[in-house]
């Protein structure tokens, strides 16, 4: 793996304690000798005073990423990796944690390890997800078509229920009405699609997890099919308005009758740094078995 002699910062912008750690991050990289690049729209430039940079310098230069907050955090600065396929490291100053492995209280000693090159790379499956109308894809929707997590298509808070076709290699699955859809990764598994009554995915696997939300049917469960189907979601329903969102980024999207959302696994990968194996089985039992 190519030198970490260039490494990004991205933290929580509205928490004082993930500012604290950001800055605790930069000054170990930079006592290292390491070159570090912050945002010029996060708040730790503005805060304390750093050099900055803009969204197209960051993305070319970083060797790699480190994320300090929570998981929506990590979801903001991993967008940065998928050009170049960089690795990303989280440190956790959220709540739950899947995503960020590093606890705020052993940041020098994480980083040090990272530095030395004792980690391994964890990858991660990404979605790829495009918008058509009668067959020409909609290029101006203001959201990537790449997703760590999870596309959902939700109604609008005024509109009426949606009403979607799931279509499976050509084959028509289902047709419902519900508030929405919600198709996940395995790593998006323990997000919006848990949330909405959906299974919890290994993220070793590589799987696609369609998740209904809130349906007017009896059709309630989440389908979960292989990667190498072609997974096609179409709006029947003529609501003014809903919303298309990719890992909690929601934008409007008008008139979507005879839209269809097509999703696939995309061929970039998400390489997460990890310093520990099983992690995400630990942060399982810890946050979801135990507490029961």
């Known amino acids: 793996m190519k030198s970490l002699n260039t490494i990004g910062i991205v933290s ?19 006592s290292r000798s390491v070159e570090v690049l912050v945002l010029e729209s996060d708040m730790i430039c503005m805060k304390y005073g ?7 310098i960051f ?19 991993s967008r940065y990796t998928f050009k170049r ?10 709540k739950l944690g899947f995503l960020t492995e590093i606890k705020m209280r052993n940041i020098k000693e994480s980083l040090g390890m990272v530095l030395n ?5 964890e990858k991660r499956m990404l979605l790829d997800g495009r918008l ?17 997590n999870e596309f959902s298509i939700t ?3 005024m509109e009426k229920i949606v009403t979607m076709e799931i279509i499976v290699n050509g084959i028509s699955i289902k047709s419902f009405s519900a508030d929405g859809i919600i198709i996940a990764t395995p790593t998006g598994s323990t997000a ?11 993220p070793k696997i590589e799987a696609m997890i369609v998740t209904p939300i809130c349906p007017h049917t009896l059709f309630s469960r989440s389908i979960i099919i292989s990667t190498e189907n072609e997974l096609e979601i179409k709006i029947l329903s003529d609501n003014d308005q809903d919303s298309l969102s990719v890992d909690g980024n929601s934008k409007p999207i008008y008139n979507l009758k005879e839209f269809v959302l097509k999703v696939k696994k995309s061929d970039k990968k998400l390489n997460l740094i990890r310093l520990n194996p099983d992690t995400f089985l630990k942060i399982f039992k810890e946050k979801f078995i135990d507490r029961i």
Not at 85 to 92: C, H, Y
Not at 117 to 121: D, L, N, Q, T, V
Not at 132 to 148: C, Q, R, V
């Open 192 to 202: 919006y699609s848990l949330s909405a009554g959906g299974p919890i995915v290994e």
């Open 50 to 56: 750093l050099p900055s940079v803009n969204k197209n």
């Open 59 to 77: 993305e070319d230069r970083c060797d790699a990423v480190v994320s300090v907050g929570g998981d929506g955090t990590f979801l903001r600065a």
């Open 132 to 148: 058509y109308k009668d067959k020409k894809e909609i290029k101006n929707t203001g959201l990537s078509n790449l997703a760590l």
């Open 117 to 121: 090159g004792r980690f391994s790379i």
């Open 85 to 94: 396929q960089i690795p990303v490291l989280g440190i956790n100053a959220g």
């Open 12 to 30: 929580n912008n509205e928490k004082q304690v993930a500012i604290s750690a950001a800055m605790e991050t930069y000054e170990f990289l930079k």
């Open 155 to 157: 109604r609008s808070m």
